[in-house]
C-alpha cells in the first residue's frame, strides 16, 4: 500500500505482481505433482521469488526512473501474502489453465484496487493526477502529469501511513454505497 502515493506507482507495482502471481502461478500447477509435500512451501517461495527478481532486473532495466521509487516494494512481492495464499491453496490443487484463470482474475482485481488506490492518493496528497506516468511511458518529457490543486487537500494522503487512512475511507465509502444501494431495492 505504501508505494501506491501515484498511479504510476500503482501501475508498475501492479504490472509487477501480475506478472509474478501469474508466472509463478502457472509454473507451480505444471510442477506441483514433482514437488513433494514437505517441500511446498520453500518451493513456491523459490520460484516466486524467481519472477519478483525477473520484474526488478526488468523494471532496472527498462523503467530505471519508476524502479528507483518503487524496487523496495517490488523486491518484497515474495512475501506478499495474497501470491503465497493463492501458491498454497489453487495452484498446487489445480491444472494449469485453471491457475491461469484463477492467477488472471486475482492479478486484475488487485490492479483494479491498488490502482484505485494511487489514483486517490495522488489528488488527495500531491493535488495531481498521472505524476510520473512518463516514466512508465518510456518518454523524456512529461506530457501526463495533470494539476489539480495548487496545494494538495489532504497531504498526508501521500505518506505510507496515509495509504491505511485513504484505503479505510475507500472501504468505509464503498460499503455505504452498497447499503444505500440494498435499502433502496428493498423499498421497491
Not at 4 to 23: D, E, G, Y
Not at 105 to 112: H, K, L, Q, R, Y
Not at 130 to 154: C, H, K, M, Q, V
Request: negative net charge; proline residues 3%; glycine residues 4%.
Amino acid at each position: 500500500l505504501a508505494v501506491s502515493n501515484t498511479v504510476a506507482n500503482a501501475l508498475a507495482l501492479a504490472v509487477a505482481s501480475s506478472f509474478v502471481l501469474i508466472s509463478s502461478n502457472t509454473l507451480i500447477s505444471a510442477l506441483r505433482s514433482l514437488i513433494p509435500d514437505f517441500m511446498r512451501l520453500p518451493s513456491f517461495v523459490l520460484i516466486i521469488s524467481t519472477f519478483t527478481t525477473m520484474a526488478v532486473l526488468f523494471l532496472e532495466a527498462f523503467a530505471f526512473e519508476i524502479y528507483i521509487q518503487v524496487a523496495l516494494f517490488i523486491q518484497i512481492i515474495v512475501t506478499n501474502c495474497a501470491i503465497l495464499e493463492r501458491a498454497e491453496t489453487f495452484a498446487s490443487k489445480n491444472s494449469m489453465l485453471s491457475s491461469l484463470i484463477d492467477a488472471v482474475g486475482t492479478s486484475f482485481g488487485f490492479a483494479i484496487a491498488i490502482i484505485t488506490l494511487g489514483f486517490v492518493r495522488e489528488i488527495l496528497g500531491k493535488g495531481t493526477l498521472f505524476e510520473n506516468l512518463w516514466f512508465l511511458a518510456g518518454s523524456r518529457e512529461d506530457f501526463y502529469t495533470i494539476l489539480l490543486f495548487e496545494s494538495a487537500p489532504f497531504s498526508i494522503a501521500s505518506l505510507p501511513p496515509g495509504a491505511f487512512l485513504v484505503a479505510g475511507l475507500l472501504l468505509a465509502t464503498s460499503k455505504a454505497i452498497y447499503e444505500l444501494k440494498a435499502q433502496s431495492s428493498f423499498h421497491e
